[in-house]
T-cell receptor, first 113, second 116 residues
Framework: AQKVTQAQTEISVVEKEDVTLDCVYE???????LFWYKQPPSGELVFLIR??????QNEISGRYSWNFQKSTSSFNFTITASQVVDSAVYFC??????????FGSGTKLNVKP | DGGITQSPKYLFRKEGQNVTLSCEQN?????MYWYRQDPGQGLRLIYY???????QKGDIAEGYSVSREKKESFPLTVTSAQKNPTAFYLC???????????????FGPGTRLTVL
C-alpha cells in the first residue's frame, strides 16, 4: 500500500528565514508521481509541482525548490527567504499504479513578520 | 475563465437530512473527484469518476452518493447515513484518469458543511 508522511504538523518561522517541509513516501511501484500543493486560508488547493519517479533532478522555481531523493523516498520542499504570503498548509501527494492520489496529512506553515 | 466551482461555500444541515454539494468544471476534464478534509488532517477520497455515467468508491464512501450524468458536473450527496458529516469537502478534476498519465488535479474552493 502507498503511504505519504509529513511528520511536521506545524512550523513557525520569521519572515526571510528559509524553511524546509519534509515529505516521505512508501511504495513498491517503480513508476509513480509526486506532487506538492498549497492550501491557503481560503481553502482551495493550489498545484505547485509534479515530479515523476525517473527524474531525480532538483527543481527551482523562484524562491521554491524541491529535492527528490529516491534512495530515501523523500520529496522535500524548501522555501527560501519566506514571506508572510507563504503562510498556508502544504500537502505532499503520491500517485502510483493504483490510479489514486494519496495525500499526506499536511504541514501548516506560519510565517511571522 | 476556466475552473472548478463548488456551491455553496458554507452549508448547514440538520441531523438526519440529506444534502447535495455541487461541483461544476468547465475545463473539459474527464476525471472528477470528491475529497473530505477534517481539521488538521489530509484529504481522504470519497468517490471519483473517470468518465460520464461511471464512478468508483474511494476510501470513505459510506454514507455518500454521487452521480455523473454530465462531464462537467459531479454532485455529491451526503446522506443521513453518514455518521459524522461535518467537514470541509473539496472537489477536484484532472484531464484524464490518473492511469492515463501524471496529470495533476485542480481543486475547487471547497464547501464547509456543518451539521447542527
Amino acid at each position: 500500500a502507498q503511504k505519504v508522511t509529513q511528520a511536521q504538523t506545524e512550523i513557525s518561522v520569521v519572515e526571510k528565514e528559509d524553511v524546509t517541509l519534509d515529505c516521505v513516501y512508501e511504495t513498491r511501484d517503480t513508476t509513480y508521481y509526486l506532487f506538492w500543493y498549497k492550501q491557503p486560508p481560503s481553502g482551495e488547493l493550489v498545484f505547485l509541482i509534479r515530479r515523476n519517479s525517473f527524474d531525480e533532478q532538483n527543481e527551482i522555481s523562484g524562491r521554491y525548490s524541491w529535492n527528490f531523493q529516491k534512495s530515501t523516498s523523500s520529496f522535500n520542499f524548501t522555501i527560501t527567504a519566506s514571506q508572510v504570503v507563504d503562510s498556508a498548509v502544504y500537502f505532499c501527494a503520491f500517485l502510483g499504479g493504483e490510479d489514486k492520489f494519496y495525500f499526506g496529512s499536511g504541514t501548516k506553515l506560519n510565517v511571522k513578520p | 475563465d476556466g475552473g472548478i466551482t463548488q456551491s455553496p461555500k458554507y452549508l448547514f444541515r440538520k441531523e438526519g437530512q440529506n444534502v447535495t454539494l455541487s461541483c461544476e468544471q468547465n475545463l473539459n476534464h474527464d476525471a472528477m473527484y470528491w475529497y473530505r478534509q477534517d481539521p488538521g488532517q489530509g484529504l481522504r477520497l470519497i468517490y471519483y469518476s473517470q468518465i460520464v455515467n461511471d464512478f468508483q468508491k474511494g476510501d470513505i464512501a459510506e454514507g455518500y452518493s454521487v452521480s455523473r450524468e454530465k462531464k462537467e458536473s459531479f454532485p455529491l450527496t451526503v446522506t443521513s447515513a453518514q455518521k459524522n458529516p461535518t467537514a470541509f469537502y473539496l472537489c477536484a478534476s484532472s484531464i484524464d484518469s490518473p492511469g492515463g498519465g501524471s496529470n495533476e488535479q485542480f481543486f475547487g474552493p471547497g464547501t464547509r458543511l456543518t451539521v447542527l
